[in-house]
């Protein structure tokens, strides 16, 4: 059974750090493109970050450019977004996916409709 466990959220304040884990169970990393959104209340979700490991590609969205990275331990079978210089607005409730590479096509993306399973999502609030 493929499964995806968001965890590491919680209370912040601006400037400070909070690394969120994606455990996957199920399937390996290998076949799948990894993919965290974030859904502020009143918004649509959009994309963070993905990480290949079959190719070793990231990405990161201008939004989180510079302040979030992304990381896999393919031992553990976990990715890790680590966020840091939180704002305000990086409020929202994070989710990661899993997105086959057949789905993904030639490039990957964070185009949401590719993703196939996701997490249960982990909230984050960030403190003025």
């Known amino acids: 059974e493929v499964q995806l466990q968001a965890s590491g959220g919680g209370l912040a304040q601006t400037g400070g750090s909070l690394r969120l884990s994606c455990a996957a169970s199920g399937f390996t990393l290998d076949d799948y493109a990894i993919g965290w959104f974030r859904q502020a209340p009143g918004k649509e979700r959009e994309g963070v970050s993905y990480?290949?490991?079959?190719?070793?590609?990231?990405y990161i969205a201008d939004s989180v450019k510079r302040r979030f990275t992304i990381s896999s331990d393919n031992a553990k079978n976990t990715v890790y977004l680590q966020m840091n210089s939180l704002k305000p607005e990086d409020t929202a409730v994070y989710y990661c996916?899993?997105?086959?590479?057949?789905?993904?096509?030639?490039?990957?993306?964070?185009?949401?409709?590719?993703?196939?399973?996701w997490g249960q999502g982990t909230g984050v609030t960030v403190s003025s």
């Open positions: 996916a899993a997105g086959p590479y057949y789905r993904m096509g030639y490039r990957l993306s964070l185009d949401l409709h590719k993703y196939t399973f």
């Open positions: 990480i290949s490991s079959s190719d070793g590609s990231t």
